[in-house]
């Protein structure tokens, strides 16, 4: 019965490539040329990542509130805290920047200074009238004084808003339109219009502006991404090719490694384009992963063709050798890595799942690239020279393989010694790692932008939008006392909570009412009493005909109102407390029977979905742990060796946990990734040993010790280069500016590091230690699939 990848299907792999190398090259050529022309069709993303899928509660109810009032991140404001801005050329100037804004097609309304009104009692027509603080601008150093004290001291309504009045700290507030707002548009009014226009400002006043809110930094973030993306190919492909030289001493040998990564990397833009995707903060990262998983391939391959040259001279002899005998095993380990990152396609998170499609098609093509091109080109040039060679007797390497062969023979008690400290240690300190649901933590902390972000922070609480939507299951039923006196209670409960910015809504417009109603009195900014609510209501709305007071705090029934306030950038473990406080105002203070009342808003979706997504990437990886579980028991046949083959790349993802607890880093969407990435990277490692092994034990009939050496020997080189390799490849994230990605990449680089040595230190011990009960000949004499065939005497000529 014909067996999967045995060694007669690699011989007609390689007659077909080494026979048809010219269609072949065409073929490649006319498939990138196709992936080429489906770069039109990538998109950048102009929205943050949303972890949760579509139908969970937390989407839904989100999605109902943007129905009832709309886009709630449209908000871009700007600040400054400097007593020089209150002189007449300055606050003109400063108001003058607010109304050239007014005249773009991309802003809905801007609020500034200037913009800001009193709300007047007019008695003649029985309503209430806006008159502006500034008429037309301000012409002396008196009448800033007196708009200074109205807005300080007299109008609380506007404090927190536009203004602190305790450190003077004034704001304009841009509102784009929503339609355009997770659009390109978004992003060409804050790069092509926005940013000049504030660099003008500061150039010309020497003031300076601080500028945030949602539609900016996503604007701004999205365009690190893209910056990145560039820096991330040019740093990985001069790492991992220095490297490569530095090994191999062949610029020959480099060229077609960078050749090979290069078309890999085409092909991935390509899927890319192909299936639509966006590109967010993680398929950025799949390029350079794809060059950083693609030169150990090229490392295998010319390795094993440089072997084989040196060994017997024949070139298509050792072409052939390398398909047939690297083939199955370069394959499987591909397999294996493409297996880790595809468990991302089985959570509900949309951004993941594009992460896992895109990543495991590329790391299967640059597997197909690999396996076509090398062969092929080599066929075409001439033998390797003598020094391209001397690499095979490198001394340092040799030194390095026998120094663990020492370790394996003679410290066997002190490497499980050191195995289970480190067991323990990690134990201690993954107790100690903490889930992080901050929206903005990954965000560059050297940029102007994420600067920013702290000030408005500090002067105003936070800019994370925090929404919560009032139901009264009633038309009209938000401007009933009794609702606004509910709603009053819980607004306490936010200005008593110091992460959250003072609340605006209609209960805040209502007070501002009673206030003009008695001339602007600010002792009477409260709630109206029962005896005055009626006729304080009837002049608001006396109003609507010029004033529409409430229409963005209550939504045109009159059955839903808003609570808008801000909040900073804290962790998951804050933020749920504060959720649970609000929830249980909320269920005191409001009667299920009348009102259903939900909070939503931007922050806490995002940190809803970074639980959502721990729990399921914690699924993946154990999905992942499973799939190539069962690869190894399909390879080997037995369950010893699939636990055997556990240990060594298990241990490395605990030390790493441990880490990351001990150094203060917290699970989140980027870190979490780590797991599965590694795991279905070190795993490889262990298919090329365990599958030398196994070719030795039957080569040297069943000598266990003699094995272990011998595949040890054959393959520590390579696993060492490989892995040297995948460490700096990776290493190259932590050059991001973004938290997340110098996380991922540094805990990688750990990660894999740590499973080098486990592979080649830890799981030779094993194999030694456990002996007769893991050699059986009926396990390991005939695998499902031969990894690596059996040396033959001859091999055809092509």
């Not at 920013?452 to 105003?460: C, G, L, S, V």
């Not at 059955?559 to 804290?570: E, G, L, N, P, S």
């Not at 040890?712 to 995948?726: A, D, H, K, R, W």
């Amino acid at each position: 019965m014909f067996k999967l990848f045995t060694k007669d299907f690699w011989d007609i792999i390689a007659r077909l490539i080494l026979r048809n190398k010219i269609g072949i090259l065409i073929a490649i050529v006319i498939a990138t040329i196709f992936f080429s022309f489906q770069w039109k069709n990538m998109r950048f993303t102009y929205t943050e990542a949303n972890l949760l899928p579509d139908d969970h509660e937390v989407n839904i109810t989100y999605n109902n509130f943007l129905k009832r009032f709309g886009e709630e991140g449209n908000l871009i404001v700007l600040g400054i805290k400097d007593s020089t801005l209150f002189t007449v050329e300055k606050l003109n100037a400063w108001n003058k920047l607010a109304d050239d804004f007014k005249h773009y097609k991309e802003v809905e309304t801007v609020l500034s200074v200037k913009d800001l009104q009193k709300l007047v009692k007019d008695t003649v027509h029985q309503r209430f009238v806006l008159e502006p603080f500034i008429k037309d601008s301000v012409s002396s150093l008196k009448e800033i004084d007196t708009l200074q004290y109205e807005l300080f001291h007299k109008y609380p309504f506007y404090d927190n808003f536009l203004f602190n009045k305790n450190t003077k700290t004034i704001r304009t507030a841009i509102y784009l339109k929503k339609d355009i707002v997770n659009t390109a548009a978004r992003k060409d009014f804050v790069l092509d219009v926005l940013q000049p226009k504030i660099e003008a400002f500061e150039k010309a006043t020497n003031l300076d502006v601080r500028v945030s809110g949602m539609p900016y930094i996503r604007t701004l973030n999205s365009q690190n991404i893209v910056d990145e993306i560039g820096l991330f190919i040019g740093a990985a492909l001069l790492v991992t090719s220095l490297i490569f030289f530095f090994f191999f001493r062949s610029i020959r040998a480099t060229l077609i490694s960078l050749i090979v990564v290069c078309t890999g990397v085409m092909w991935t833009f390509g899927i890319l384009g192909l299936l639509n995707y966006e590109i967010t903060v993680l398929t950025a990262l799949i390029p350079p992963l794809i060059i950083v998983i693609g030169i150990p391939n090229c490392i295998f391959l010319i390795n094993k063709y440089q072997h084989e040259v040196k060994l017997h001279g024949n070139k298509v002899k050792s072409l052939q050798r390398v398909i047939t005998k690297i083939g199955n095993a370069t394959l499987m380990t591909n397999v294996t890595t493409a297996s880790g990152f595809a468990t991302f396609i089985l959570t509900e998170s949309k951004l993941l799942k594009e992460f896992g499609i895109v990543a495991s098609l590329s790391i299967l093509a640059i597997f197909i690239l690999c396996i076509l091109i090398i062969p092929i080109l080599y066929s075409f040039l001439p033998y390797p020279k003598e020094r391209h060679l001397e690499h095979l007797n490198r001394r340092w390497v040799t030194y390095f393989v026998s120094w663990i062969e020492r370790m394996v023979r003679q410290k066997r008690i002190t490497i499980y010694a050191t195995a289970v400290g480190l067991l323990i240690l990690s134990f201690i300190g993954i107790y100690q790692i903490k889930i992080s649901g901050s929206l903005i933590e990954d965000m560059p902390k050297n940029a102007q932008f994420f600067k920013d972000i702290r000030f408005f922070e500090k002067e105003f609480n936070g800019i994370m939008p925090l929404e919560i939507m009032v139901d009264t299951k009633r038309k009209k039923g938000v401007m009933k006392l009794s609702t606004l006196k509910r709603m009053d209670e819980l607004e306490k409960l936010i200005v008593e909570t110091p992460e959250l910015s003072r609340p605006i809504s209609v209960v805040s417009l209502v007070k501002y009412s009673k206030q003009a109603y008695y001339n602007g009195n600010p002792k009477h900014y409260q709630l109206p009493t029962s005896q005055e609510n009626s006729f304080i209501l009837s002049y608001a709305k006396n109003s609507t005909s010029n004033v529409d007071l409430f229409k963005n705090f209550v939504d045109s029934t009159g059955q839903y109102a808003r609570i808008t306030t801000f909040m900073k950038d804290i962790g998951t473990d804050k933020m749920e407390h504060i959720e649970d406080n609000l929830k249980n105002k909320i269920k005191n203070v409001f009667p299920k029977n009348q009102y259903n009342v939900t909070i939503t808003g931007k922050a806490l979706v995002f940190q809803k979905g970074t639980n959502y997504l721990v729990k399921n990437l914690a699924i993946s990886l154990t999905l992942a742990i499973l799939l190539i579980s069962l690869f190894m028991a399909y390879m080997f046949r037995s369950f010893k060796m699939i636990v055997v083959s556990l240990i060594p790349n298990l241990l490395p993802l605990l030390i790493t946990a441990g880490i990351m607890g001990y150094f203060g880093v917290p699970i989140k969407p980027s870190t979490i990734l780590v797991f599965s990435i590694a795991f279905g990277i070190s795993v490889d490692d262990t298919i090329h040993f365990l599958a030398k092994y196994r070719q030795e034990l039957q080569a040297n009939h069943w000598k266990i010790k003699k094995s272990v050496y011998a595949a040890l020997q054959e393959t520590g080189v390579s696993m060492f280069y490989t892995s040297i390799v995948l460490f700096f490849g990776f290493s190259v994230f932590t050059i991001s500016s973004f938290g997340g990605t110098v996380a991922l990449g540094a805990l990688v680089s750990i990660t894999l590091l740590f499973a080098m040595l486990s592979n080649l230190i830890l799981l030779p011990s094993l194999l030694l230690s456990l002996e007769r009960s893991i050699a059986n000949k009926n396990v390991l004499r005939e695998p499902a699939i031969n990894i690596i065939p059996e040396e033959d005497a001859e091999d055809e000529d092509f």
